[in-house]
């Protein structure tokens, strides 16, 4: 896995991407379909050749987290931008109590692996799918004292089919920061690579909207 500025900013806007669909949901209930299905894909994508395989293969699928992650790290104070950086921050601190974990790293990997058969049969987006995702978020990383507070409208999170997808999307985000520390990330890091991060993310970001409209 290469571990260059490119990759960790790929890797970053998985995070980022899973972090503002959540942030989306929880106050409307809904989020681009397409992005939702990029973030879930990438639990089952555990043998690529790229980071970008990770995601689909294709930066138009990325879009979404490329240009959340260089807005938020540009530190617009939106009311948004805020939260969507809590979560990313959370699911890093997070990530890295997890690859402490060597037991529970195993189970999830198991449980990834029994829920194929439903991805493949059902789709990424299917009510069957998310549910047996959220179920292994819930069963292993909410048993971690930190625990990822989301805020939001509580009709909306309140609702069994939106709290699914929240935790699925979580432990998507959990992933794309396990695969962060992969290809060389680290915390530290942030402070002093975060011009090079937006630069890249802006970069990586344009070329997804040029493949979209090609």
């Known amino acids: 896995m290469s571990r260059s500025i490119h990759d960790q900013t790929l890797a970053l806007a998985g995070v980022f991407q899973a972090s503002a669909l959540v942030q989306q949901i929880a106050h409307s209930g809904q ?33 979404e987290g490329l240009s959340t992650l260089a807005s938020v790290m540009s530190q617009q104070s939106k009311q948004q931008d805020i939260e969507v950086l809590r979560y990313a921050l959370n699911l890093i601190n997070l990530s890295s109590k997890l690859r402490q974990n060597s037991d ?7 449980r990834i692996d029994q829920a194929r058969h439903t991805a493949s049969h059902f789709g990424y987006s299917h009510s069957n799918l998310i549910a047996n995702v959220a179920s292994i978020y819930t069963d292993t990383i909410s048993t971690f004292r930190q625990r990822i507070q989301v805020s939001g409208e509580p009709t909306i999170l309140q609702r069994e089919e939106n709290a699914a997808k929240v935790r ?7 992933r794309s920061a396990v695969l962060w520390h992969q290809t060389g990330g680290r915390r ?4 002093f690579t975060r011009r090079k991060v937006i630069m890249t993310a802006r970069e990586l970001a344009e070329k997804a909207n040029r493949s979209v409209y090609d």
Do not use: H
């Open 31 to 63: 989020c681009a379909e397409s992005s939702f299905e990029t973030c879930l894909r990438s639990l089952f994508a555990t043998q690529p050749e790229t980071t970008l395989d990770v995601f689909g293969g294709e930066l138009k699928d990325l879009r």
């Open 104 to 110: 529970m790293l195993d189970v999830i990997g198991s």
């Open 168 to 174: 699925a999307l979580l432990l998507a985000g959990i």
């Open 188 to 191: 530290w890091q942030l402070i």
